[in-house]
T-cell receptor, first 108, second 116 residues
Framework: DAKTTQPPSMDCAEGRAANLPCNHS???????VYWYRQIHSQGPQYIIH???NNETNEMASLIITEDRKSSTLILPHATLRDTAVYYC?????????FGTGTSLTVIP | GAVVSQHPSWVICKSGTSVKIECRSL??????MFWYRQFPKQSLMLMAT?????????EQGVEKDKFLINHASLTLSTLTVTSAHPEDSSFYIC????????????FGPGTRLTVT
C-alpha cells in the first residue's frame, strides 16, 4: 500500500476552516484515500474517503488533486471537539497501514 | 449502523497469564477483521488480518503463537494474548471491513491491557 506524509501538528482557530494536507505520491490507480481521526484513548473514527472525485459529507470535505498524489481534508467550521489526531490512509480494501498523522488542536 | 464493539474495554492481568479480547460487529457481517496495537503517543500498528473460517495473517514481527486470533463467525473475532508480560501492555484496537463494497473499515473503541 502507498505511504502517506502528513504534517505532525497544526492549530486552527475555533470556527475557522481546518485544512489538513496529505501527500501520497505513490498511490496506485485502485487505491482509495481514507481519512480517520482518533480522539485520545478511543478507536479511530471514520471521516470520509474518495477515489478520484472530491467528496463531501456532514463531517468534512475531501479534495483530491487531479494526479491523485495529494489530498486535503477540510473541516469547514472547526470546533473544540475536533481536536484529535487525523490520519490519512491509502488502500484498496484490505490492510490499513497508519502513518503518524496530524495532531490538530482547535484553539478557542 | 456499522458499529463494532470490543470487550473488555480495559483489563489488568498478572504476568504469565492469558487474556482474551473480543471484537464484534453488531449490525453487519464482517468476513475480514483486523487487529491493531497502539503504544502511548504512537500510531496504530497493524498486527494481523483475520478472515472468517481461516487462519489469520500476521504482520512481520508479530508472534503468532503469542497473539492467537480466532475468527469463528461473521460477527466475532477474538485476540488472546498468551503468557502476557509487562511489555505487552498496550491499547488493542480491532476493526471490521464493511459489507457495503466501499472498503471502509469500522473500528472498535479499543481495549486497554495492563500487565503487572
Amino acid at each position: 500500500d502507498a505511504k502517506t506524509t502528513q504534517p505532525p501538528s497544526m492549530d486552527c482557530a475555533e470556527g475557522r476552516a481546518a485544512n489538513l494536507p496529505c501527500n501520497h505520491s505513490t498511490i496506485s490507480g485502485n487505491e482509495y484515500v481514507y481519512w480517520y481521526r482518533q480522539i485520545h484513548s478511543q478507536g479511530p473514527q471514520y471521516i470520509i474517503h474518495g477515489l478520484k472525485n472530491n467528496e463531501t459529507n456532514e463531517m468534512a470535505s475531501l479534495i483530491i488533486t487531479e494526479d491523485r498524489k495529494s489530498s486535503t481534508l477540510i473541516l469547514p467550521h472547526a470546533t473544540l471537539r475536533d481536536t484529535a489526531v487525523y490520519y490519512c490512509i491509502v488502500g484498496s480494501g484490505n490492510q490499513f497501514y497508519f502513518g503518524t498523522g496530524t495532531s490538530l488542536t482547535v484553539i478557542p | 449502523g456499522a458499529v463494532v464493539s470490543q470487550h473488555p474495554s480495559w483489563v489488568i492481568c498478572k504476568s504469565g497469564t492469558s487474556v482474551k479480547i473480543e471484537c464484534r460487529s453488531l449490525d453487519f457481517q464482517a468476513t475480514t477483521m483486523f487487529w491493531y496495537r497502539q503504544f502511548p503517543k504512537q500510531s496504530l500498528m497493524l498486527m494481523a488480518t483475520s478472515n472468517e473460517g481461516s487462519k489469520a495473517t500476521y504482520e512481520q514481527g508479530v508472534e503468532k503463537d503469542k497473539f492467537l486470533i480466532n475468527h469463528a463467525s461473521l460477527t466475532l473475532s477474538t485476540l488472546t494474548v498468551t503468557s502476557a508480560h509487562p511489555e505487552d501492555s498496550s491499547f488493542y484496537i480491532c476493526s471490521a471491513l464493511g459489507d457495503r463494497g466501499n472498503y471502509e473499515q469500522y473500528f472498535g473503541p479499543g481495549t486497554r491491557l495492563t500487565v503487572t
